[in-house]
């Protein structure tokens, strides 16, 4: 099993920057890819990015795209998703999550480990 805890979220004014992070231990960190998705109060988990088990890969959801990045170090077990020209529509609960295996994958049930999320809030 893999335990996954998030940081970093909090209140930040449209067209601002937050850099959120992710703390992963419980199995083997490099062997599997992570994502992060995210869930707007009443509204079901979106995908937001993926990237490769060894960080050669990555993927956005079209409403990122551009604006987002996510990187690894799978040295020190962590994951993260800068977050630059926030919007409003941003604003949601974060997850971290571990997928089954190696390759990035956009699908929600490709992945098995999730944190407890972090609190984003984009002001207009």
């Known amino acids: 099993q893999v335990q996954l805890v998030e940081s970093g979220g909090g209140l930040v004014q449209a067209g601002g920057s937050l850099r959120l992070s992710c703390a992963a231990s419980g199995r083997t960190f490099s062997r599997y890819a992570m994502g992060w998705f995210r869930q707007a109060p009443g509204k079901e988990r979106d995908f937001v990015a993926t990237i490769s088990w060894n960080g050669d890969s990555t993927y956005y959801a079209d409403s990122v795209k551009g604006r987002f990045t996510i990187s690894r170090d799978n040295a020190k077990n962590t994951v993260s998703l800068q977050m630059n020209s926030l919007k409003p529509e941003d604003t949601a609960v974060y997850y971290c999550?571990?997928?089954?295996?190696?390759?990035?994958?956009?699908?929600?049930?490709?992945?098995?480990?999730w944190g407890q999320g972090t609190q984003v809030t984009v002001s207009s």
């Open positions: 999550a571990a997928a089954r295996g190696p390759y990035y994958s956009a699908n929600y049930y490709n992945y098995n480990g």
